[in-house]
């Protein structure tokens, strides 16, 4: 089978659909990466075949920073991709409208790699949930908006949809069982224990618990982390930034923290811009594309509330400290809540946020319970990639027995055929017709 892997290029999406990747390939699949140019030394350190994205119109199409506005690129890029590698399935990210509608058009199935947590609406249950920010169905529609504004852009919305509800409009009256969100198989990367009690999934959501994966940390790099920590000696507190979504910016915050106080910090930059640690803060900041190393060497990691840091920190059994702002940063920071693996900081630095770290540092219930939660998250991540790629295949073998209603015929969009009629996946040498490349 001929798998084209076309996540969003953050490591966090990117790490974990690399890890299913990986898996597929050790079974004798096919597996080509599209993604940012920035990606390709991440799918050459895992053996994959790469081909960015900007080569086929897609420039910018990956960036998790930029999913609800270039929904239309992404999937061009997609079509044009899928078509040159043949692709029989596509891996994605969650809010990949655009490959999402590629497989449609390509009428191939298509499996998403989701957060950690369920994002919009539940199949049943759940109810009693505090509504952190806004609600579920708040989410989930404005989430088929955008899918649907992309549906319209792409010129698709004039023909049936693979899903029946796969329209705002149905979508209100309905429930989630046909979302288009969920591709053919959603596969979450949790533990049901982050879902709210009581609540029940859609039948095309599935918990593989965490997938894994990320570069391997330079020596260099990681020696130099070393000293700098060193030379202050104080116990190290990580702390990853997420996107501030308007939340205003954490460093007053992070500067009143770690100034003249018992804790270093290592700060991982992300996609956040303009740092300001102040100059006598305890404070490292880094921009690396691994966090395990840094993880490993904190006793408190400090998050907005993205699934890598939170996953990262619980597989090393790190209780957390959640300081969440947007996107899924509030439901996840609810979630960890409820596990009692973490303790809420304010946004604002009243109350002493020195006093919280310090008091969430010491409190060995809190961390008793991170490690608890963190085991089975362990025990998932031992079989995760294995479970993951079951799931694709079986949604392969289910795809294989429905009757193919527009599937397309690949066979001009590739100069020569690879082995048995199949083409040359990303990355390989064969020529691509450009012109048989264009959307009509």
Same mark, same amino acid.
């Not at 982050?194 to 990681?222: F, K, M, N, T």
């Not at 020696?223 to 060193?230: K, R, S």
């Not at 305890?282 to 408190?300: E, N, Q, S, T």
């Not at 090393?316 to 809420?344: D, F, I, Y």
């Given at each position: 089978?001929? #798998?084209?892997?076309?996540?969003?290029?953050?490591?966090?999406?990117?790490?974990? *659909?690399?890890?299913?990747?990986?898996?597929?390939?050790?079974?004798?699949?096919?597996?080509?990466?599209?993604?940012?140019? *920035?990606?390709?030394?991440?799918?050459?350190?895992?053996?994959?075949?790469?081909?960015?994205?900007?080569?086929?119109?897609?420039?910018?199409?990956?960036?998790?920073?930029?999913?609800?506005?270039?929904?239309?690129?992404?999937?061009?890029?997609?079509?044009?991709?899928?078509?040159?590698?043949?692709?029989?399935?596509?891996?994605?990210?969650?809010?990949?409208?655009?490959?999402?509608?590629?497989?449609?058009?390509?009428?191939?199935?298509?499996?998403?790699?989701?957060?950690? #947590?369920?994002?919009?609406?539940?199949?049943?249950? %759940?109810? +009693?949930?505090?509504?952190?920010?806004? *609600?579920?169905?708040?989410? *989930?529609?404005?989430?088929?908006?955008?899918?649907?504004?992309?549906?319209?852009?792409?010129?698709?919305?004039?023909?049936?949809?693979?899903?029946?509800?796969?329209?705002?409009?149905?979508?209100?009256?309905?429930?989630?069982? @046909?979302?288009?969100?969920?591709?053919?198989?959603?596969?979450?990367?949790?533990?049901?224990?982050?879902?709210?009690?009581?609540?029940?999934?859609?039948?095309?959501?599935?918990?593989? %618990?965490?997938?894994?994966?990320?570069?391997?940390?330079?020596?260099?790099?990681?020696?130099?982390?070393?000293?700098?920590?060193?030379?202050?000696?104080?116990?190290?507190?990580?702390?990853?930034?997420?996107?501030?979504?308007?939340?205003?910016?954490?460093?007053?915050?992070?500067?009143?923290?770690?100034?003249?106080?018992?804790?270093?910090?290592?700060?991982?930059?992300?996609?956040?811009?303009?740092?300001?640690?102040?100059?006598?803060?305890?404070?490292?900041?880094?921009?690396?594309?691994?966090?395990?190393?840094?993880?490993?060497?904190?006793?408190?990691?400090?998050?907005?509330?993205?699934?890598?840091?939170?996953?990262?920190?619980?597989?090393?059994?790190?209780?957390?400290?959640?300081?969440?702002? %947007?996107?899924?940063?509030?439901?996840?920071?609810?979630?960890?809540?409820?596990?009692?693996?973490?303790?809420?900081?304010?946004?604002? +630095?009243?109350?002493?946020?020195?006093?919280?770290?310090?008091?969430?540092?010491?409190? @060995?219930?809190?961390?008793?319970?991170?490690?608890?939660?963190?085991?089975?998250?362990?025990?998932?991540?031992?079989?995760?990639?294995?479970?993951?790629?079951?799931?694709?295949?079986?949604?392969?073998?289910?795809?294989?027995?429905?009757?193919?209603?527009?599937?397309?015929?690949?066979?001009?969009?590739?100069?020569?055929?690879?082995?048995?009629?199949?083409?040359?996946?990303?990355?390989?040498?064969?020529?691509?017709?450009?012109?048989?490349?264009?959307?009509?």
């Amino acid at each position: 089978m001929n #798998i084209l892997l076309c996540p969003l290029s953050d490591g966090g999406y990117l790490y974990p *659909t690399i890890a299913v990747g990986r898996e597929l390939r050790l079974r004798g699949h096919r597996v080509s990466v599209l993604g940012r140019a *920035t990606a390709a030394p991440f799918a050459a350190e895992a053996g994959l075949p790469f081909a960015a994205a900007e080569e086929f119109g897609g420039e910018r199409a990956f960036s998790a920073a930029r999913w609800g506005v270039m929904g239309l690129a992404q999937y061009r890029a997609t079509v044009r991709a899928a078509r040159q590698a043949r692709a029989d399935l596509l891996v994605t990210s969650v809010l990949c409208n655009g490959a999402l509608l590629a497989a449609e058009t390509l009428d191939v199935p298509v499996v998403v790699i989701g957060l950690s #947590i369920h994002l919009w609406t539940y199949r049943s249950g %759940g109810e +009693g949930e505090p509504q952190y920010g806004r *609600t579920r169905e708040n989410r *989930t529609l404005e989430t088929l908006a955008l899918y649907d504004t992309t549906r319209e852009e792409a010129g698709l919305s004039a023909r049936p949809s693979r899903w029946p509800r796969a329209t705002v409009a149905v979508a209100t009256a309905g429930g989630p069982d @046909d979302s288009p969100l969920l591709g053919d198989a959603l596969l979450l990367r949790g533990d049901p224990e982050l879902e709210y009690p009581g609540a029940e999934l859609p039948p095309r959501v599935h918990q593989v %618990g965490p997938l894994p994966w990320e570069p391997s940390a330079d020596p260099g790099e990681l020696a130099a982390v070393d000293a700098a920590l060193a030379r202050s000696g104080k116990p190290v507190v990580y702390v990853h930034l997420g996107r501030f979504f308007g939340g205003g910016t954490p460093w007053p915050r992070l500067n009143a923290t770690f100034t003249g106080g018992r804790y270093q910090a290592v700060v991982e930059q992300g996609r956040t811009a303009e740092p300001c640690p102040a100059p006598d803060a305890d404070i490292l900041l880094v921009r690396k594309p691994w966090l395990a190393p840094l993880v490993d060497r904190a006793g408190l990691v400090l998050t907005a509330g993205t699934s890598a840091p939170v996953l990262g920190a619980l597989l090393r059994g790190r209780p957390l400290g959640v300081t969440p702002n %947007g996107s899924e940063q509030p439901v996840l920071a609810g979630a960890l809540l409820r596990t009692g693996a973490a303790v809420h900081l304010p946004r604002t +630095g009243e109350p002493d946020q020195a006093g919280l770290v310090d008091a969430a540092w010491r409190d @060995d219930r809190l961390r008793s319970r991170a490690r608890r939660l963190g085991r089975r998250l362990a025990d998932a991540a031992a079989n995760g990639p294995r479970r993951a790629a079951d799931l694709v295949e079986q949604t392969a073998r289910t795809s294989d027995r429905q009757p193919a209603t527009s599937r397309e015929n690949h066979g001009y969009s590739i100069s020569r055929p690879g082995p048995r009629g199949r083409g040359e996946p990303l990355g390989g040498r064969a020529a691509v017709d450009r012109s048989a490349l264009r959307l009509s």
